[in-house]
Nanobody, 124 residues
Framework: QGQLAEFGGGSVQSGGSTRLACVGNGYIDNRYCRAWFRQAPGKERERIAW???????MYADSIKGRFTMSEDGMKNTLYLWMNSLKPEDTAMYYC??????????????????RGRGTQVTVSS
């Protein structure tokens, strides 16, 4: 953990927007799975947005329609655009990337390249 670095987040009002960035430092390869996770206080870490090896962007139901994942290959960076934020979106947000061609894993710990997280706090 620590090969990737998340930026952005902070404190946001309910209904507001923010953007997270995940800098890959050369570790993000668009041939393999890339993903965003989050962990709210007292809850399990969950996968919320990911790019499958066939290029499909997938989203968890909890954020579908509000969050959008994108990437900039030239900058080796992933983004998570977060709109219509709710207090229940308060969590530590993490990014992860794989280095083999396989389906995106549910578990953050199984990704070889991971960030240390950035906090997003949504106030009502």
């Amino acid at each position: 953990q620590g090969q990737l670095a998340e930026f952005g987040g902070g404190s946001v009002q309910s209904g507001g927007s923010t953007r997270l960035a995940c800098v890959g430092n050369g570790y993000i390869d668009n041939r393999y799975c890339r993903a965003w996770f989050r962990q709210a206080p007292g809850k399990e870490r969950e996968r919320i947005a990911w790019i499958e090896i066939d290029g499909r962007m997938m989203y968890a139901d909890s954020i579908k329609g509000r969050f959008t994942m994108s990437e900039d290959g030239m900058k080796n960076t992933l983004y998570l655009w977060m709109n219509s934020l709710k207090p229940e979106d308060t969590a530590m947000y993490y990014c992860a990337a794989d280095n083999v061609r396989r389906g995106c894993d549910w578990y953050f710990s199984r990704y070889p390249y991971r960030g240390r997280g950035t906090q997003v706090t949504v106030s009502s």
